[in-house]
């Protein structure tokens, strides 16, 4: 959907990507562009195609066999990797090429099927299934060069790390945060981490586990700074405790939505990114969203906006951000037993200190930095 030139920009983004996750990892390789198509060389087949599926914007991922692009050649070695591979089951060969042949695909298909099959009829009783095959060889035929492989690793889809702008993500340690930011990162933005330490109003390890998402969240982007900024809020949630009834999480949400812009300014960041989903809690619910939003003239994206907790949870195992906790999180103890559901703008603004904006500037600029891939993070003063 992209123009060449903005397909171009993104496919050496990607190609930059996956090198740096193939060099974090140990794994030896060199990756070379071609079009629509990145090719990992001189490495574990199957180590690389494990961190090219962990890239944002891969599709898929293969290991793969290189072979000229011949019919005897490409026969040969589909002829070889049969009798490596194949025990039972109905099989099939799908051939794609691009480029001048003096052959086309439906033929590699035919010639390749029948090696297959010459190759394996000794030893097992093999059956073609070009509809539901159980077995699936794949021959992608280039002008220069043809490939052999059988597996589809599926990678996360969406777009390479850093053809959008960043995002500041909220990230609180619960499990839906993480999964936004997640989310974020996989249409392509780079996200900066922000955590508030709500103090007493914060559980003990709400931090820990904030940190521990982030380090998580950075496996996947080594080549991107993922220093959390963590805002020291207790006194400040304290104060709205204290000082406002029924809209307090409203204007709550407002003070971080205010922080959040701060460091975004500060960070060149353009949108804010949050685990919010409509009526998961009484601050979520359409109107009470549409209230939090003025607080900020950012955008606030929220990927998890429609999805109900199932699916959320599920997205959290699969990326391994989800903690199972117990523990009564620190929200609920700073919520009044009666919070607004059905928020109105100049309430809320009425009822809360009009220093807001102010808390907020002071707190974002007083933030400290924890480094999530550091030894446990490693907390710095700014
Ligand atoms: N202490 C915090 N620090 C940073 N962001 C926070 C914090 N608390 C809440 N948020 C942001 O606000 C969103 C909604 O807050 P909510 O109270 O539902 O969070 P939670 O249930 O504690 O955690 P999560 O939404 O991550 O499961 C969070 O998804 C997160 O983006």
Redesign the pocket.
Same mark, same amino acid.
């Given at each position: 959907m992209k123009s060449s030139r903005v397909q171009g920009k993104m496919e050496q983004r990607l190609a930059e990507n996956i090198e740096a996750l193939l060099a974090d990892r140990g794994i030896p390789g060199s990756v070379e562009r071609q079009w629509g198509r990145l090719v990992i060389r001189e490495t574990d087949p199957d180590a690389a195609a494990d961190a090219a599926s962990d890239a944002f914007g891969v599709v898929s991922a293969s290991p793969a066999r290189s072979v000229t692009p011949e019919m005897d050649d490409i026969t040969g070695v589909l002829a070889e990797t049969a009798r490596d591979a194949y025990t039972e089951g109905a099989f099939a060969v799908d051939a794609r090429r691009a480029g001048e042949h003096d052959f086309t695909s439906e033929d590699v298909g035919r010639v390749g099927g029948q090696a297959v099959w010459e190759a394996v009829e000794d030893a097992f009783d093999p059956e073609v299934d070009l509809d539901d095959p159980d077995v699936t060889f794949s021959v992608e035929v280039r002008a220069e060069e043809a490939f052999v492989f059988l597996e589809n690793r599926e990678g996360p889809g969406g777009l390479p790390l850093g053809t959008q702008n960043p995002l500041v993500a909220? &990230?609180?340690g =619960?499990?839906?945060?993480p999964v936004?930011a997640y989310l974020g990162m996989k249409r392509g933005a780079p996200i900066i981490p922000?955590?508030?330490d709500?103090g007493p109003f =914060?559980g003990p390890d709400?931090e820990a586990r904030a940190v521990e998402t982030v380090r998580r969240l950075a496996d996947f982007a080594p080549n991107y700074d993922m220093t959390v900024r963590r805002v020291a809020a207790g006194e400040y949630a304290q104060r709205l405790h204290d000082e406002v009834g029924k809209t307090r999480m409203l204007s709550y949400r407002r003070f971080?939505y205010m922080v959040a812009e701060e460091i975004a300014h500060e960070t060149g960041a353009v949108g804010i990114v949050?685990?919010?989903a409509i009526g998961?809690?009484s601050s979520q619910t359409t109107t009470n969203l549409g209230v939090v939003d003025r607080a900020t003239s950012l955008p606030v994206h929220r990927p998890l906006l429609t999805m109900d907790k199932q699916e959320i949870i599920a997205l959290a195992r699969d990326l391994d951000t989800y903690r199972d906790s117990t523990m009564n &999180?620190g929200?609920e103890r700073l919520a009044p037993n009666s919070p607004e559901t059905k928020g109105s703008h100049a309430a809320t603004i009425d009822a809360e200190p009009d220093a807001l904006p102010e808390w907020a500037r002071a707190a974002a600029q007083s933030a400290t930095t924890i480094d999530p891939r550091g030894e446990l993070g490693e907390v710095d003063a700014r």
């Open positions: 909220l &990230v609180s =619960g499990i839906d945060s936004a922000v955590y508030l709500l =914060g709400h971080m949050t685990g919010e998961q809690k &999180v929200c």
